[in-house]
């Protein structure tokens, strides 16, 4: 069992820079491919970001490919989504999740709001 603990959420105005981090407990992250999901209201739950096991392959969206970074670090067993250049419809709750592959995913963090002003 993995828990996940996402921090780093909040406002932000357009143009500006927030970096999400993703605490796991429970087993070793070295153990998952991670991705960051992201809900906006009304909409669905779509991937933005992702990596797999040892780090080398990431995968982005077309919508932040360009201003988000995914990036792991496994020995404080944390993954991180920085994301530059926000803009309004990047306002969503941004969710991470771990699982075997880099599009299959068993575990869940309870998401952090990202709000971004125009």
């Known amino acids: 069992q993995v828990q996940l603990v996402e921090s780093g959420g909040g406002l932000v105005q357009t143009g500006g820079s927030l970096r999400l981090s993703c605490a796991a407990s429970?087993?070793?992250?070295?153990?998952?491919?991670m991705g960051w999901f992201r809900q906006a209201p009304g909409k669905e739950r779509g991937l933005v970001a992702a990596?797999?096991?040892?780090?080398?392959?990431?995968y982005y969206s077309d919508s932040v490919k360009g201003r988000f970074t995914i990036s792991r670090d496994n020995a404080k067993n944390t993954v991180y989504l920085q994301m530059n250049s926000l803009k309004p419809e990047d306002t969503a709750v941004y969710y991470c999740a771990a699982g075997p592959t880099l599009f299959a995913y068993n575990y869940w963090g309870q998401g952090a709001q990202v709000t971004v002003s125009s």
């Open positions: 429970g087993r070793t992250l070295r153990d998952y491919a």
């Open positions: 990596i797999t096991l040892s780090g080398p392959s990431t």
